[in-house]
């Protein structure tokens, strides 16, 4: 790939809520059915480690027994011990601990109990980092954000915290506040591909019939390659046609992802985060009603 900074791969545990249809969860593994040619395929903690040995990113994640937030009952507690068998084996498992960070991650859905022991187990373990998973599934945000401030508050402060699959630049910026470090999600590269920009003022949709007169930048306070060459009107054209359309508005998300990265980290080293979310929610809604 020829990518010379730091890299991170998942464990595959994510496919067992978005192809869940197509898998059977057991003590042993996820056995999958191949959406290829419909034979099953059997993957265990160990593989994945092993996968993700020979792959050699920085970072691995362990496999772990993921549940959506919206499901209720004995499968979260269930799912949740699992994980921290799992992590176990994972660890058991890893032959390159000096050279990859194994992250294990938090289960427990909405409830504060069993996230209260799932921290405490992987914490026992001394892992390099931790993650906090099993979000961004359909809970309110009220919820969302409960859980990510009891697991910052428990996790070490000197290693990583890491919540999965988040996010919406509001979340990022809340979440940090809470004490978080590290975020993925698809959705800056997703949105793009629906005609979508992100912008300070949350986001501007270039589908939009106003769009196809306007010669504006998409955010002219951004200096990204496609705001310093193409208009609105432009990009209008485009994303209604053409995929480049999709490509331009990734390439600008991508980089108001960064720069609000760095924004955010730069304010913590300079000692003036809340003055950073004051003006980010300003932005965001100068009516004031915050979610």
């Known amino acids: 790939m020829n990518w010379p900074r730091a890299m991170l791969t998942d464990s595959g545990g994510f496919q067992m809520v978005s192809l869940l249809h ?63 068998r799992w992590i176990d084996r994972c660890i058991a498992a890893h032959k390159k601990p000096n050279e990859q960070n194994l992250f ?26 931790y993650a906090i998973g099993g979000l961004a599934g359909g809970e309110d945000k009220d ?11 428990l996790l070490p402060e000197d290693k990583p915290r890491y919540v999965m699959g988040v ?12 004490g978080a470090d590290l975020y993925d999600c698809v959705y800056p590269t997703r949105t793009a591909r629906f005609g979508t920009a992100l912008v300070p003022e ?12 306007d010669t504006r930048p998409i955010d002219p ?14 990009i209008h054209c485009l994303v209604t046609k053409d995929a480049m359309g999709s490509q331009l508005l990734s390439y600008h998300n991508l980089h108001y992802m960064l720069q609000l990265s760095r ?10 985060f809340p003055d950073f979310v004051r003006g980010f929610l300003q932005k965001m809604f100068p009516e004031g009603d915050v979610p």
Not at 167 to 178: M, N
Not at 263 to 272: C, T, V
Request: charged residues 25%; hydrophobic residues 40%.
């Open 22 to 84: 197509l898998a059977d969860i057991t003590e042993k593994g996820v056995t999958f059915q191949s959406p290829v040619d419909g034979k099953p395929m059997l993957l265990t903690p160990e593989e994945s480690i092993q996968i993700q040995n020979r792959i050699g990113a920085d970072i691995i994640m362990a496999l772990d027994d993921v549940v959506k937030t919206t499901i209720t009952g004995p499968r979260i507690e269930e799912a949740m011990y699992r994980t921290l």
């Open 263 to 272: 924004d955010l980290h730069s304010s913590i080293i300079e000692e003036r």
């Open 202 to 213: 949350g986001v501007l949709k270039l589908k939009h019939k106003a769009m196809a007169e």
């Open 143 to 153: 919820s969302f954000w409960r859980v990510v401030a009891q697991c910052t508050a």
């Open 221 to 234: 306070t951004c200096s990204c390659m496609v705001c310093k060459n193409y208009t609105r009107a432009y």
């Open 104 to 129: 294990g991650i938090v289960q427990g859905g909405l409830d504060p109990v069993l996230r209260d022991i799932c921290v405490r187990g992987l914490v026992e373990r001394n892992l390099p980092g």
């Open 167 to 178: 996010g919406y630049p509001l979340d990022i910026v809340v979440c940090s506040a809470l």
